[in-house]
């Protein structure tokens, strides 16, 4: 099991100068907002539908446009909801402003309507929300609509944009004097504005859709919203001063295919403003028809260190690109498709649950939902990179959610229990730690909600479920529920992050030891890692963390002592971990060449024939083995990376029989004649792969064709080397002695030394606590490197990552006095 990175990407997640303390999680007040909130109460209808029905208002999409997208903001003492008033015949556009210190609601009706699925009123359409934001500039309330790019459809050829704003300072005036005639009237008299005042681009502003509104610190409001289409579309944002609008700014290109980019794509996602930067977290939607994504793929996140979003944008390791972006792997933060087992066309599916956050302290976090189509497999996904830390920790073990939030260090999954009523469950950042702080056991049932956190609140726009009311109007709530977030003293204690309990490790496997201690008064001055009752080594410096290559297979106890400044220590709980002998039959992980020990041929993928190569040299000689399992035995598939399937041991009544062919079939598979049994021999360190258990052996026979035959462990044919595409694997009979990295002085005042032994070569990367690179280098000659200062390397504490020609990852800890 390797572990090793992720344990010490967790490792690394910055250390809270003050620890969170939450206490209760309470209701403070539910308020209803209507009884007559339009609601689709009809049935779904195809998008060529015409008939308008008489026993319902029907719809496509989705039944519920209130609440829906960016529907609620919260302004000072004010909470601002958009929302359409019901029934079928109604329709009317309402701003409600719900203010929180007097109780009072004041509802403002616009004369115009919901207009319908491309302008069929009596259709439903779910992508036409009412996205509301408050600029703190000058106090105006602005509300988009979303048209769904509809330009270009013929009733809304002068109806594209549905673009309200009001007088200065109205989102605060005295609750009487809120009302209808704060808005700006427009030249058509129904307060829908078919420009942005500042902006002339009327090509790009009749094809816009998913418009949000956000607020950075110098008090800008944004407006983003995307152009073009589901494979070739950009986002684009513009900011309001306080007069005018500026842009559009596109982050992205389309057509990216001619700017670099393989293929043209789309993005699904959002831009936010989190903790003092402008950030953009989206899945990629690409113009590659024969991929297996039916839809999106990965994560991809980026961040500008300018508030007003036009330059410095950087990926999650710090390194900057130039916006509108073409190629959106320089952003890719992981590839959710890679953690399910299918290759085929179209069946990974990873649409639903995605969002992402930032906290105040800077941990990253993305959810999202893979499904595997053909396995019938859906994986939740959590991928995070903890503050500080270099490289993000992805994990399964998580419960999934539709949208994830933040507020302070944590961050929060809000929504509906199986009884439709609301739960928040909260972790601290840059974990994986979830617990429900919150549950409504009784009261009302809700279908569906939008949340806005502001200050510590939880502000819940909620749509009523009641069995007993089935009509088109249905009543909404607000919900505010304190989320009661306290800054508390930091206690005396110490824990163990990594290892885990009971986890397992390879022998010869890297053990990262990382311990996180905080001291109620005075400074910590050491962590003693404690490993079978005895010191293993002493670290005085924070983060307390250390390489640890265990001696020998067996189980280890292992605990952390911290000590203050007041000769006072504390013990961490025990955690135990297993060293087994590392399993040379499970070959999976990785590529391999394989070689044929009595041809001295590789094994080559030609289409649906197997042939043998004098080079070892492309991807037809590429492949994977895939673990399955069959009636409760473990076999592998040998799998070709020129995506021509698996291997195929036929049988006698093949002709010619027992010869070894691709199929089209990917993996896993458990088909009988598709299943291999690994056998090692580590006296010649060689492999022969049995099909499944029948004593028939993949053979390399001297007519050129491959077959599976009976054949003794003697003969050489039956024998193949497995060459690692990314290391050898070959040993030999002498003791390897283990690679390892010595920094020394250190800490140090300035220069430093990297000593490596049993390094070919090393690649050399220097991280500081934000995980920039401060220093690389690829070109090393010899055992040892002296690095040079040259102010590069502040005061503080540093992270050495040394890759080595083994492909084994070795951390060292530096610090700079």
Avoid at 370 to 381: M, P
């Amino acid at each position: 099991m390797k572990h090793t990175l992720q344990n010490l990407i967790f490792a690394i997640l910055t250390l809270l100068s003050f620890q969170v303390a939450i206490a209760q999680v309470t209701l403070e007040k539910e308020v209803k907002i209507t009884d007559l909130a339009m609601y689709f109460n009809g049935n779904r209808v195809a998008l060529n539908t015409t008939t308008n029905s008489t026993t319902g208002y029907d719809y496509v999409y989705g039944p519920a446009l209130t609440p829906h997208g960016d529907c609620i903001k919260v302004y000072g003492d004010y909470v601002f909801m958009t929302w359409y008033r019901g029934g079928k015949d109604d329709r009317h556009v309402m701003l409600t402003r719900y203010n929180t210190k007097t109780g009072i609601q004041k509802t403002i009706e616009f004369p115009h309507q919901h207009t319908g699925y491309n302008g069929k009123w009596w259709i439903g359409e779910t992508h036409n929300t009412i996205a509301v934001g408050i600029s703190p500039k000058n106090g105006t309330i602005h509300m988009l609509y979303d048209m769904h790019r509809n330009g270009n459809v013929t009733a809304f050829a002068n109806d594209y944009l549905r673009y309200s704003y009001t007088v200065a300072d109205a989102a605060t005036v005295p609750d009487d004097e809120f009302v209808l005639d704060l808005f700006i009237q427009s030249p058509n008299n129904n307060y829908k504005h078919l420009a942005f005042p500042g902006i002339d681009d009327l090509n790009t502003t009749r094809l816009l859709t998913y418009p949000a509104f956000f607020v950075n610190d110098q008090g800008d409001l944004f407006m983003k919203m995307r152009f073009g289409y589901a494979n070739n579309g950009k986002f684009l944002f513009a900011k309001y001063d306080g007069t005018d609008w500026e842009g559009y700014t596109e982050f992205n290109r389309m057509q990216a295919s001619g700017y670099g980019s393989e293929y043209n794509w789309g993005l699904y996602g959002d831009f936010k403003y989190l903790n003092g930067k402008l950030r953009i977290g989206f899945q990629r939607r690409s113009d590659n028809r024969n991929d297996k994504y039916q839809y999106q793929n990965g994560f991809y996140y980026a961040y500008s260190d300018d508030p007003s979003g036009l330059t410095q944008w950087k990926n999650h390791e710090g390194t900057g690109f130039t916006r509108p972006l073409a190629d959106a792997d320089k952003i890719l933060v992981s590839e959710p498709g890679d953690l399910v087992a299918t290759t085929l066309k179209d069946k990974v599916n990873i649409v639903g649950g995605f969002d992402f956050t930032v906290t105040d302290n800077e941990d990253v976090h993305f959810i999202g939902k893979v499904k595997d189509n053909e396995n019938n497999v859906t994986k939740y996904v959590h991928t995070y990179k903890p503050s500080g830390a270099t490289e993000f920790i992805t994990t399964t073990d998580f419960a999934g959610a539709e949208a994830l939030y933040s507020s302070g260090d944590n961050i929060y999954i809000i929504g509906l229990n199986s009884s439709g009523r609301p739960y928040v469950e909260q972790a601290p950042g840059g974990t994986n730690l979830f617990s429900r702080v919150y549950e409504a056991t009784s009261g009302k049932r809700f279908r569906k909600g939008i949340v806005n956190i502001h200050e510590g609140k939880l502000y819940y726009y909620l749509l009523e479920n009641n069995a007993s009311d089935s009509d088109d109007t249905q009543p909404t709530y607000l919900q505010i529920i304190d989320l009661n977030i306290k800054n508390g003293p930091k206690p005396f204690e110490v824990s163990l992050l990594s290892p885990s309990d009971n986890q397992q490790f390879e022998e010869g496997e890297n053990v990262q030891l990382y311990a996180k201690a905080t001291t109620d008064t005075g400074a910590l001055t050491k962590v003693e890692f404690i490993v079978n009752g005895e010191l293993l080594e002493t670290d005085t410096t924070d983060p307390y963390l250390l390489d640890w290559v265990p001696s020998d297979v067996g189980t280890y106890i292992i605990k952390a002592i911290a000590y203050n400044d007041s000769d006072k220590n504390i013990e961490s709980s025990e955690i135990t971990i297993e060293v087994i002998e590392e399993d040379k039959t499970n070959l999976t992980g990785d590529v391999y060449r394989l070689k044929n020990v009595g041809s001295g041929k590789y094994l080559t993928s030609n289409e649906a024939a197997v042939i043998g190569s004098d080079s070892g040299e492309g991807v037809e000689k590429e492949w994977t083995f895939v673990k399955t399992e069959y009636q409760s035995k473990v076999y592998y598939n040998i799998d070709s990376e020129t995506s021509k399937g698996i291997l195929r041991a036929t049988g006698g009544g093949n002709t010619p029989p027992y010869i070894i062919i691709n199929t089209g079939k990917g993996a896993p598979a458990t088909d009988s004649d598709k299943i291999w049994t690994v056998h090692y021999n580590e006296s010649d360190d060689t492999y022969r792969f049995e099909a499944k258990d029948q004593n028939r052996f993949l053979y390399h026979q001297e007519d050129g064709e491959f077959y599976n035959l009976l054949a003794e462990e003697t003969e050489v044919r039956s024998k193949w080397k497995v060459e690692s595409t990314s290391a050898s694997l070959s040993v030999t009979n002498q003791v390897v002695a283990l690679s390892s990295v010595k920094v020394y002085p250190n800490p140090t005042n300035n220069n430093f030394t990297l000593a490596f032994n049993n390094f070919n070569s090393v690649n050399v990367k220097i991280y500081n606590v934000l995980g920039k690179v401060v220093y690389e280098n690829s070109k090393i000659i010899g055992n040892s490197i002296n690095v040079i200062n040259n102010n590069k390397f502040k005061s503080g504490i540093y992270l050495i990552k040394v890759l080595g020609n083994n492909d084994k990852v070795h951390y060292q800890k530096l610090v700079i006095k």
